[in-house]
Structure formats: structure tokens, C-alpha cells
């Protein structure tokens, strides 16, 4: 009988081997999602659950615009190819992707879909965790006319869409990419009104909370009036409004307001809450905490913009550079909130599980990206660089990767051509360097393991490694589950860089390692962070 090896690695804290904190967990400059140039002037992003994540973006390889779809995996390993995978396997211009997790290790994307000349649908197509796709090769129709503006996680096997066609619709899909009607239904056609989308959040069931806005202006500038009214609903599975409420009303505003003028989080038990903008014209919040559509308890004075749980029955809004986090007892950080930084261009903000949030800034005329966290007693724990390449960014996402670190996508300008890049950060940072501490770019950035290919893997193994100076050859040991070292792997003579080294499979005595589970690292670097093998028949 013949037999095959295999051998499995993923990054571990090992007794007596403590992980080096604070490291970035993919390579310092970032991983290219795709190496396609010009790619990514929009795209979306949404994890995958296992500490990675899945990218969708737009770029012109075959002569037109078209969505592709990448998977980044914990290690940074682009796990669906170089290329990615096509939401549809003819030609067509699509626009503006929309990713969400699908529950089952797989993601979901929505697109606009212009295969009839002059006219926008929405098509979807779902992938599992290896990247097939699930749903129809070309994709499955999910509105015949309109664009997608919002969509919900999958909540028992079936999720919200939002699209606008004469106002806004709802359409409900199931995980097999399949609708009850071709339009979905409408949630508000206006009247006469512009109607413009705020916000989706999933309501616990099958349904959703739904807030808009209705917008009617007259005369003509600098003396145009507005009249504006803000909604939010909640609406069950077949998209009909369980109630509607109506926060605010204006009328005959003169000058331009700001947006958004309601943002939504989901809660516990199916609750909601809101943030609604005290006047079209400032910058001041309320934030409020339902059950259905009977208020808990509210906070007044508050800067928002972006609203996000903080893991602990409270959540964190983020406007502009400042930050402040609430629950019922009111504010919990000073009156005024927390400053992220100076010179700050824009900001995306998570929260970090522990109570505390994650930002993710660009700043400065350069707009280089950085990410800061606030710990949950509003004290900054740490600030690093996203990439130690230091380019200047056009845009950027960012998402909590549900290990209590982060993932930030982002364009940057490298070679002549803009391409997507992505970061993985543990909850340390890189190095935990401290705001008040200055070190210089990269100095956190230690000796380290990096990845093995191809992973599975049948044969030799080729691992990759990052190596700071040093003044001797350092080596590579591999040790049983006992803490045995079975075998050294002497790195080549250089001073620092990154480099390969291969494994046969063998061990020291010479002979091919036994199935079982092993452990590398490399001796000479004091903390280094360890790579688990599996070794099986």
C-alpha cells in the first residue's frame, strides 16, 4: 500500500513557549489580495470566522468590470488562487460588491448587474469555505430592478436585501439563492419624496430593522429649503412593517445637512440600537437602547457617525477623531470622549470583545493608515502602523477578525499601479507599542515563522521565515508533542530578511517522522512564535 504525508500548520501558544506578543500575523507589508493592478477601487469585505477573510472587488481583467471574490485564511494565504474566483463564469459590468459571512465557514456576495444594456438588477452568488460557488453559475437573480444599498447576516438559513427601485424594497433570500417574488416588496415608495437608505441591522428572527429618510426640497441655491423626516421600522420575513416610528421631523431647512442621520447595531435578544442625529445641521447624537419598538434607556450629547456593540451590554460610537462609549448608566469615558489623534482624515471602528474598540485611521496629508486600541476604560493600549510600506491609502475596511485582533483591507499605490493589500493584527498591535512610546517603523516587527507551501501539503515542505540581524546562523527546530527536538533545520548564513527553508519530512536519525503532532521554532530567537504541524498518513 502506498502512503501519502500531509502536514497542517496553524500559529500556536505552546507551555513554556510563550508567543511573542504584538506581531503583525501576516507579512509587514500586507498580503496583495490581488495582484491584478487597478483593482479594488470598490470592494467589500466580511470574515470568514476562522480568523481570515473574504475580499470582493471590482476590476477590468477581461475588458469590463467585473466582481471577484478572495479569500485571505488566517496565515494570509490567498486560499482561492492567485486569481480569486468570478461571481459568474461569462462576461458582464457589475458594480459595487456586498459580502456577508454565510454562517457555514462560506460568504455570500451581491452585486449590480448590468448584463441588460441600460438596466440594473441585483445578482448574488454564494461560496463555501474552498470556493466553490453554491448558487447558479451566472449567478441568482435576487431583484429584477434596482441596486443593493443594504443587506443583513443570515439569520435561520434566510437573510435581508435592501434595494433601490422607486423608493426602497425588501427582498428575503434563503442560502440556496432562492426568492419568493422577483421584486421582493416595497417598504416606502416615497410619495412624491426622495427616499434614501440609512440602515439594516438582522432583528434576532427572520426579519430586520429598517431606518430611511424621506427627503422634499424646493427653490433653488443658497436659498433651497429642505423638509426632512427620519423613519425606522421593524419588518418580518415577508417584508411587512411591524411598526414604523418617526423620530425626527424638519421642515424648511435652508443649507446642506450631514449624513448619516440614523445608524442602527444589533443587540441582545433581538434588541436594536440607535443613534439619530439631534439636527440635520450638528454634530450631536442620541443613543437609545429598544426592545421591539419600546425604548430602554437612551443617552443624550453624544458624537456619532458610527455605532458598534462593545461586547459588554454598552456600545461605542465613533465621529470624525473622537470616540465615546455608553450603556444605561450614561457615558463612560470623559464628556467629551476620546481623541483617536491629531490630523485625523477618517476613521472604522470594531469593538475588540473586551468592552474596549479597535480604530482603524488614516491621517495626515499622506493618508497612511494606522490602528489604535482604547481598552474598555478609555485608556489607549496601543498604536500601530497597518503596513511598515508606508505608501500613501485611497480606501480602506476594516473587521474585528473574532479573535479579538483585527483585519484591515485596503488600495495602496505600490509600483505605479493601485492594488488591495490586507493586514491581520493580533489584540496586541504590533510590538504593543504605546502612543506615548516612539519607535521607529518596523522595530516591533521580530524574527518569526511565517507560513508553509504548499499547506496541505504531500512531500517536501517549504517554510517561510522573517529573520531580524543577528550575529550568527540561526537555526530551525522541530520538536515532538513530548518537547523531543527531532530535528534541526540550519537556516542559511544571512544577516536578516525573508527566506525559505524546506523539510523533507525526516527526522534527525534519518528516517521519515511518525504520524503525529510537531512543533517548530526558531531556538535561537528568544519568544519566537511556534508553527504546529500535523503530520498524518
Known amino acids: 500500500m502506498r502512503h501519502f504525508t500531509t502536514i497542517v500548520l496553524s500559529v500556536v501558544c505552546m507551555t513554556g513557549w510563550q508567543r511573542l506578543q504584538g506581531q503583525y500575523l501576516w507579512w509587514h ?17 466580511a470574515e470568514d470566522g476562522a480568523g481570515g477573510v473574504f475580499v470582493g472587488w471590482v476590476d477590468t481583467r477581461s475588458g469590463t468590470a467585473e466582481v471577484y471574490v478572495q479569500r485571505i485564511d488566517s496565515a494570509g494565504n490567498r486560499f482561492w488562487g492567485d486569481a480569486g474566483r468570478a461571481v459568474r463564469t461569462d462576461t458582464g459590468s457589475h458594480s459595487l460588491p456586498r459580502l456577508i459571512p454565510d454562517g457555514q465557514g462560506g460568504t455570500i456576495v451581491l452585486w449590480n448587474d448590468f448584463r441588460i444594456s441600460n438596466h440594473c438588477q441585483v445578482f448574488g452568488q454564494r461560496f463555501n469555505a474552498a470556493g466553490d460557488p453554491m448558487w447558479e453559475s451566472l ?22 436585501e435592501a434595494h433601490g427601485y422607486n423608493g426602497i424594497n425588501l427582498q428575503r433570500v434563503n442560502l440556496d439563492g432562492i426568492v419568493p417574488s422577483p421584486e421582493g416588496w416595497s417598504l416606502d415608495s416615497g410619495g412624491g419624496w426622495s427616499v434614501g437608505f440609512q440602515a439594516m441591522v438582522p432583528d434576532g428572527d427572520q426579519g430586520a430593522y429598517v431606518a430611511w429618510s424621506r427627503v422634499r426640497q424646493g427653490g433653488s441655491p443658497p436659498h433651497g429649503w429642505h423638509d426632512i423626516i427620519v423613519y ?21 431647512l435652508v443649507g446642506a445637512w450631514y449624513e448619516p442621520l440614523i445608524c442602527m447595531a444589533p443587540a441582545e435578544s433581538g434588541r436594536v440600537a440607535l443613534l439619530t442625529r ?75 470583545d473586551s468592552g474596549g474598540v479597535l480604530v482603524c485611521y488614516s491621517h495626515g496629508a499622506g493618508r497612511r493608515l494606522k490602528v489604535k486600541r482604547i481598552s474598555a476604560g478609555g485608556e489607549s493600549a496601543w498604536c500601530a502602523p497597518i503596513s511598515l510600506v ?103 548564513s544571512r544577516t536578516s530578511g525573508l527566506a525559505d527553508v524546506y523539510w523533507d519530512g525526516v527526522i534527525q536519525a534519518g528516517t521519515a517522522a511518525p504520524p503525529g503532532t510537531y512543533f517548530l521554532r526558531l531556538d535561537d530567537i528568544p519568544a519566537s512564535p511556534v508553527l504546529k504541524l500535523v503530520k498524518t498518513r
Request: hydrophobic fraction near 35%.
Open 390 to 492: 508606508g505608501n500613501p491609502v485611497r480606501n480602506y475596511q476594516f473587521i474585528n477578525d473574532s479573535s479579538g485582533g483585527s483585519i484591515a483591507v485596503w488600495t495602496e499605490r505600490r509600483n505605479g499601479t493601485w492594488a488591495l493589500h490586507a493586514q491581520r493584527l493580533d489584540i496586541h498591535g504590533i510590538g504593543g507599542v504605546a502612543q506615548s512610546q516612539s519607535a521607529r517603523p518596523g522595530a516591533a516587527f521580530g524574527s518569526r515563522l511565517l507560513s508553509a507551501d504548499p499547506n496541505p501539503l504531500r512531500g517536501s515542505c517549504r517554510i517561510r521565515y522573517y529573520l531580524r540581524p543577528v550575529k550568527q546562523p540561526a537555526t530551525l527546530g522541530i520538536y515532538s508533542v513530548s518537547g523531543s527536538r527531532v530535528r534541526i533545520l540550519r537556516l542559511p
Open 278 to 352: 439631534d439636527h440635520p445641521f450638528s454634530g450631536g447624537f442620541t443613543g437609545q437602547l429598544f426592545s421591539d419598538s419600546t425604548p430602554l434607556w437612551g443617552v443624550t450629547d453624544i458624537w456619532g457617525g458610527q455605532l458598534v456593540p462593545d461586547g459588554a451590554g454598552g456600545f461605542i460610537v465613533g465621529a470624525g477623531s473622537r470616540l465615546q462609549r455608553f450603556n444605561e448608566s450614561g457615558k463612560l469615558w470623559s464628556d467629551t470622549g476620546i481623541v483617536v489623534a491629531d490630523s485625523v482624515n477618517s476613521t472604522a471602528i470594531s469593538g475588540d
Open 232 to 252: 425606522w421600522s421593524r419588518v418580518d420575513p415577508d417584508g411587512s412593517r411591524l411598526f414604523t416610528r418617526t423620530p425626527h421631523t424638519w421642515y424648511s
Open 29 to 45: 507589508e500586507g498580503v496583495t489580495v490581488s495582484p491584478i493592478s487597478d483593482s479594488g477601487a470598490n470592494f467589500s469585505i
Open 139 to 160: 449567478g441568482a437573480v435576487i431583484t429584477a430592478s434596482g441596486f443593493v444599498v443594504g443587506v443583513t447576516r443570515p439569520r435561520q438559513g434566510t437573510f435581508m
